[in-house]
């Protein structure tokens, strides 16, 4: 293959050097020689697996684990009694809460964990799980979220003390006084009960670990489907009680993680446990069953919006009232200070006058988690929020969407823009993108099409969306995950030949850091991408930093990448120096050396100045010997990439389905770095868009059983439910990014599901339609076409 | 039991227990970790084998009921050290992000390929829908196996493992 080769970019991607350039990743993984956990096999290795509870809230009367015990095969059977005698029974949460990792006094969700089978082989783990007999006493339930706060519910949590009721917290942005007085002068005011479905990241590969504990050092090997492996240790560290630098955390390959693995499951502790009590390795590999009932879901939010405008079209104030569904645990993995995370963008790429959101969060008895599925914390939500009450007005005001966004975008010179809920947008040209997705979609003609199609009775719809992301957490005075601030680190060690190695705190799900990151170097360096390799999922061999999730590792990452290199050269241009026999500061770096200014042919190449460094010769005064460097970068503020997506539907008027015929998305992520892994991430945002706009929901009966247990009744598009997507781009650079770049890694996720949703409204005009919510079934398209349209929660 | 099951052109012979999934039976006896395993309900086909040239979903076929056939896997695409046109049509053309339902992909391309050496787009979409793919949305694995159909010669595989 050729990995190294350099492609021509095409016209107005300006990416940096190298650019569309084959991914390093991909010769092992054709080949079927990736590395993924379940693939990893020690000498004496043990398998573990879970019982989950049936039932949805119940009190655990006894457990009998004898005739599990005595299964043959069977190494040990552990219940949440024998955890809590080690002090063990329970774990933090990423929001400092607590989760329980098996079940003590009763369960609080369905599928909870309640004890652990470890077993010779993998069949036989499971079959020893049916020999284990629980007695439930069954409690009454909350299922519906809406009555998580009523009167008489019954307390979820009386595990904390003094807990009276299922409220976990209430937030609040933006400023009520001055929101409600531009909606009480305000021409028109639209208000629509807007819901966010629960849905899951389901990655492809469920979640895993192998834990080896050495009994003589005490030394903990953790291999593990982890996004985050330096904040995994330090969470180890504090629930075990194991010495932080006894713990080794290895993220090898990772078969798509969306956010589903960045946080600490119940099933990673019990293999830890498990292999600290019996001294061999233990390998924990959830089914999916397991993974979609128990791992981290995403969203819940049921969101009143209302909207402001004049008459004419300015809007003028927005304003949200949330309640939001957090399940058994409050397991959301955002900054603690950002307990809605970064939903306050719901004021979205508007110009507005006033903005207002209160949000309550409680317990229900479903499974925990909250931010998963590429949702930039909860952004996902916020430009759903935005772009279909937008589109609402639009219906009112009886005027074009692509108009009414047109009218209100915040204008180019109005960047750095502060929103009316505190969030500081670097850099913004949104009319060229809109402007953009409008040619290359080819709207008016569009809009002839569908008013030619309405007069025959199809339903055709077209669907904008424009959003605005807020990327790459954070400064560390703003942001840290219990504690542990967003910064991340980047090491870069050039050999005496002039090979180099990057370290990097963050870890690629898919995402092709192994390419990326060595095209930023090379850039910076001057050293060829094939020269360089990336090394990172390995927390003995990489600095510390804070991982791969909310879109942040080119932001917060690819910056440290770039200027730890940017540190190297600087060092090896004082080097140069004493080589050239000329003062620093008349060398001039031409990408890969330095010559003395006014006399090229008097230069030396980084690969020369990486030899001298460690060679022999001489090195001016006060330099050592190598040629290396190591920073940990904290980002000065957040990026902002942007986007606009318009889809076109169709949707058949007998059987209600929906066929999404095009997509056209035009994105925003500043300098681009390699234009086709760009186009990769969009796309496969593009089809989570589709899914949870019309098949994806994790639902629940109202006894909390968890009705979307299997890839059967979870539906995940296929290739006949995507289009062949049609993308472009815009750059806009991010002024405080050290190469300008943004992070695109979400974009699609957070842009698509309103494009797709306003589409269907809009091919359901003619009904008198001005919203339906997620997923858009058949069969919910079709109540909404006879006027029954529902709530899905 | 015993069976004996042809694994990319070698013989694999173990004693199983009746049940045994031939997912596990690759993964775990052969040790041929190329091929993955994603959901139990064959829904997502990251599991899927070529059994005798037919893709087949791994995770739900009984090692036993493979006894005597012939399983082509992931590491056996690539023949003397030349990889499969479908194999470099997914580096190519980015078909891959975190890589784990592209094994499954790749196979269920070859045998379109050795059905059909050129599809429409629209057959390949066919041909894959009984799999998942999170990462890239499927143009570009689309697109991989249409560079593969243009630019490649196509590889018997029963014929080069035997």
Known sequence: ?793 | MQVNIVINGQEVTEEIEPRMLLVHFIRDQAGLTGTHWGCDTSNCGTCVVLIDGEPVKSCTTLAAMTSGHQVTTVEGMEVDGVLDPVQEGFMQCHGLQCGFCTPGMMLTARALLDQNPDPSEHEIREAISGQICRCTGYSSIVRSIRWAAENGTPVSLEGASS
């Open chain 1, 1 to 793: 293959m050729t990995a190294v080769e350099e492609t021509p970019a095409e016209e107005g991607e300006r990416p940096i050097g190298y650019g569309r350039l084959l991914r390093k990743e991909d010769p092992r993984l054709i080949r079927g020689m990736g590395n993924f956990v379940d693939d990893i096999q020690l000498p004496g290795m043990l398998h573990l697996a879970i019982l989950r509870s049936p039932v949805a809230h119940a009190r655990i009367a006894n457990i009998d684990t004898s005739a599990a015990q005595a299964h043959p095969k069977v190494v040990a059977v552990i219940t949440g009694a024998d955890l809590a005698e080690q002090g063990l029974a329970w774990m933090p949460t990423l929001s400092n809460d607590v989760q329980s990792v098996l079940a003590t006094d009763k369960v609080r969700f369905q599928h909870q964990e309640v004890a652990f089978v470890v077993a010779e082989d993998r069949y036989s783990a499971r079959d020893a799980l049916e020999l284990i007999d629980v007695e439930y006493d069954m409690l009454p339930v909350i299922s519906d979220v809406r009555s998580a706060l009523d009167a008489d519910a019954p307390v979820i949590r009386d595990d904390l003390e003094g807990k009276a009721d299922n409220h976990i917290f209430d937030w609040e942005t933006g400023d009520e006084a001055s929101t409600n007085e531009v909606f009480e002068r305000a021409d028109v005011v639209v208000s629509e009960e807007i819901i966010y479905p629960r849905v899951h990241p389901a990655p492809m590969e469920t979640c895993a670990c192998v834990a080896q504990v050495e009994r003589v050092s005490g030394q903990l090997t953790l291999w593990s489907t982890t996004q985050a492996p330096h904040a995994h240790r330090t969470v180890y560290a504090l629930v075990a009680g194991l010495p932080e630098h006894k713990i080794r955390i290895i993220a090898p390959d990772i078969g798509g993680g969306f956010g589903g693995k960045v946080p600490i499951y119940p099933g990673y502790v019990c293999a830890i446990v498990a292999s600290l009590v019996i001294g061999k390795p233990v390998k924990w590999t959830e089914d999916r069953t397991e993974n979609l009932v128990s791992t981290g879901f995403a969203r819940d939010y049921i969101m009143k919006g209302e909207i402001a405008a004049t008459s004419d079209g300015k809007i003028l104030a927005v304003r949200t009232n949330v309640l939001a569904d957090h399940g058994a645990f409050n397991g959301v993995a955002s900054p603690i200070k950002y307990p809605a995370g970064f939903f306050g963008v719901f004021t979205g790429s508007y110009d507005l006058e006033a903005a207002h959101c209160k949000m309550t969060a409680v317990y229900t008895n479903k499974a925990p988690g909250g931010v998963a599925y590429a949702c930039s914390f909860r952004i996902t939500e916020a430009v759903y929020l935005i772009e279909r009450i937008v589109d609402c007005l639009a219906f009112e005001l009886d005027m074009d969407p692509a108009e009414l966004r047109l009218k209100n975008f915040i204008k180019p010179e109005q960047f750095p823009y502060e929103t009316k809920t505190g969030w500081v947008y670097d850099s913004g040209d949104y009319e060229p993108a809109m402007r953009k997705a409008m040619d290359m979609a080819g709207y008016a003609q569009l809009r002839e099409e569908q008013a030619e199609k309405r007069e025959r009775g199809e339903l055709m719809g077209i669907g904008i969306s424009f959003f605005t992301e807020a990327v790459g957490a954070g400064p560390r005075k703003d942001m840290d995950i219990l504690g542990l601030g967003m910064a991340d680190g980047c090491e870069l060690r050039v050999h005496p030949t002039g090979k180099a190695i990057v370290r990097l705190s963050v870890k690629t799900q898919g995402q092709g850091h192994e390419t990326t990151f060595a095209q930023i170097v090379a850039e910076e360096l001057g050293i060829p991408p094939e020269d360089i390799d990336v090394i990172h999922g390995d927390t003995d061999n990489t600095p510390f930093g804070l991982g791969t999730y909310g879109s942040r590792s080119t932001p917060v990452s690819g910056a440290a990448a770039a200027l730890v290199a940017r540190k190297v050269r600087d060092k090896a241009q004082i080097i140069a120096s004493g080589m050239l026999e000329a003062s620093v500061a008349d060398l001039e770096w031409v990408k890969g050396s330095f010559h003395v200014a006014g006399d090229p042919s008097k230069s030396v190449t980084i690969q020369d100045i990486a030899m001298r460094a460690h060679g022999a010769g001489d090195l001016p005064d006060g330099i050592e010997g190598g040629l290396e460097a190591q920073i940990c970068y904290n980002p000065t503020n957040l990026t902002y990439p942007f986007g606009a997506y318009i889809c076109v539907v169709d949707i058949d008027p007998a059987t209600a389905e929906v066929k999404v015929r095009r997509f056209i998305a035009v994105d925003d992520c500043g300098t681009q770095i390699n234009p086709m892994i760009i186009e990769g991430q969009v796309h496969g945002g593009l089809a989570d868009g589709v899914g949870m706009a019309l098949m994806e929901m994790i639902a629940f009966d109202e006894d909390g059983n968890c009705l979307s247990a299997s890839l059967m009744d979870y539906l995940i598009p296929t290739s006949l439910e995507c289009p062949d997507w049609e993308t472009g781009h815009t750059v806009t650079p991010s002024p405080h990014h050290p190469i300008g770049a943004k992070g695109i890694g979400e974009s699609a996720t957070v842009g698509s599901p309103p494009a797709v949703v306003n589409a269907v409204v809009d091919a359901l005009k003619p009904f008198g339609i001005r919203h339906a919510d997620m997923p858009l079934t058949p069969s919910r398209v079709w109540e909404t076409m006879q006027g029954n349209h529902t709530a899905p929660i």
